[in-house]
């Protein structure tokens, strides 16, 4: 699993950044040395400095503030764990605490930023449909976030125990999730990792966007960026050609997702990185026979090659999106209060329920390693700043003298698990015999015909009228339905299923 638990910052096949990077930070003389003052002593009150006194009502969070619970998720750069909080006001309450190792972020400079990025959009960014940053610390080798937890795990699990969902259900996450990248692109940020496993659930079954070490902050309107990052399959062709790309890029991933969604992989996939870049640069779109006329034209507008005619790249932005008739029944008011029943509610036995993530991770020992490793000054210099408290504690502590933090949880599985197991040059299709069959490897290359599956240009696009987004009767199992609705579908392809 990915998300914001995937903590294996440096890529370096994938990333290719022109940017320049700060090795440091200068600091000016902050004092005024030809200022002078007197003081009448006698009328002075004499008292000690101290952290108790400068910081009088607060608690300084450090790691031991925090008990290992459960292991989420792990990499190369540290651990994610569910911890429980042990002292304070809130004590006994559950959060995800991310810890990275600062000697393994500072070898590599885009790794520093990616690091510093995260922290700051958190900060900055609060939104219904984002994770929420509870606390920002550090010790002298290790960062840690302190995030809110979502014991509803990853869109990426439900997504493969339901193999594809139905449009109603797909119109409710993409929704949104539509709101999520509006709501970062009014504030100049561009999300560039959107997939399955960084859209985590609350407990109610609510989207949570996560992951934010790939954004890129202050790009407006006309501005352009040319990192080649993000995850290969739901990456946007301008990305691929390193031609500079813009928030656009976030529209052609949603399609890809949608796509996701709807069929049970990528729209483009192949045996290895290479092929599947050649194909979302040179192939048609595939849309399967029993997708509704809405969904059809909302994926074609969406994966659009040329970004400028893209659904959304406009200045609409994501109204531009949230306007198709895909999402005419989306009330999105009611939607951004979260009064929208969500499809899938997640069956949770306890606050610190992990029965939604991945039980490699939760059947470990949580151990966070011992901090015995020093930086430089100056290598510590790059962290200044890093500490963070929510202004919703700030503000608990001002009236009550109280912390009262929120809650949240991610994870993610170092390995990716979009890697083809077909043989070279195989394309994922379903079998269009009626009654259902197993999806099948075929020998059929992109861009040719396959039976029963309309091809159609990336670039085309019609107008929309069709009829509802299907939905199950009442007393009709989701299963049961499916089987009835999709005479095709069997389970997600293999090559996009969990490696266990």
Not at 265 to 285: H, M, Q, S, V, Y
Not at 362 to 391: H, I, K, R
Request: with cysteine; aromatic share 8%; net charge negative.
């Amino acid at each position: 699993m990915a998300g914001v638990f995937d903590i294996d910052l440096d890529q370096p096949e994938d990333t290719v950044s022109d940017e320049e990077l700060d090795e440091g930070i200068q600091y000016g003389d902050y004092m005024d040395h030809g200022s002078s003052y007197e003081f009448d002593m006698e009328h002075c009150e004499k008292f000690e400095i101290s952290e108790n006194s400068v910081n009088k009502g607060t608690e300084k969070i450090r790691p031991e503030c925090f008990e290992l619970l459960r292991v989420l998720g792990k990499g190369g750069y540290g651990k994610v764990f569910q911890v429980r909080k042990v002292t304070g006001a809130n004590s006994g309450k559950i959060f995800a605490m991310k810890v990275l190792k600062k000697a393994m972020i500072v070898r590599n400079a885009k790794d520093t930023a990616h690091t510093k990025a995260e922290r700051n959009i958190l900060e900055e960014v609060k939104h219904p449909f984002i994770v929420d940053l509870i606390y920002a610390f550090q010790t002298g080798g290790k960062l840690y976030l302190i995030l809110e937890y979502l014991s509803g795990g990853e869109l990426f699990m439900q997504l493969e125990r339901e193999g594809i969902f139905m449009e109603d259900t797909a119109c409710f996450y993409l929704a949104e999730i539509s709101m999520a990248l509006g709501h970062l692109h009014q504030k100049g940020i561009i999300y560039r990792d959107l997939k399955p496993e960084n859209i985590m659930l609350n407990s109610q079954g609510h989207v949570k966007l996560t992951d934010f070490g790939l954004c890129k902050e202050s790009i407006h309107d006309g501005t352009v960026t040319h990192t080649f990052c993000g995850t290969i399959e739901y990456m946007a062709p301008e990305i691929l050609m390193r031609s500079g790309h813009n928030r656009a890029v976030d529209w052609w991933s949603l399609g890809a997702l949608m796509y996701d969604m709807l069929t049970g992989a990528p729209p483009f996939t192949g045996e290895n990185r290479k092929k599947t870049i050649d194909k979302i640069l040179k192939c048609k779109l595939n849309l399967p026979p029993y997708l509704t006329q809405e969904a059809r034209d909302l994926l074609k507008k969406l994966l659009k090659r040329n970004a400028s005619s893209r659904l959304g790249a406009g200045p609409g932005d994501a109204t531009e999106v949230q306007t198709h008739p895909f999402f005419r029944h989306i009330n999105w008011e009611e939607l951004l209060a979260r009064k929208v029943e969500p499809p899938f509610k997640p069956t949770l036995q306890s606050a610190d329920d992990v029965s939604q993530f991945d039980s490699k991770f939760t059947s470990q020992t949580p151990v966070d390693s011992p901090d015995d490793s020093t930086l430089s000054e100056s290598a510590n210099q790059v962290f200044l700043g890093f500490t963070y408290v929510a202004p919703s504690v700030l503000e608990n502590v001002k009236e009550k003298f109280s912390f009262e933090p929120k809650i949240r949880s991610p994870r993610r599985n170092i390995g990716s698990p979009r890697t083809l197991v077909s043989p070279v040059g195989d394309c994922w299709v379903r079998s269009p015999v009626a009654g259902g069959g197993p999806v099948v490897q075929s020998p059929i290359q992109y861009p040719m015909e396959v039976a029963g599956v309309e091809q159609m240009d990336v670039t085309s696009s019609t107008e929309a009228s069709a009829p509802l987004p299907i939905r199950h009767p009442t007393g009709t199992s989701s299963v049961a339905f499916k089987k009835q609705a999709y005479p095709i579908l069997s389970k997600r392809p293999e090559h996009l299923r969990m490696n266990l």
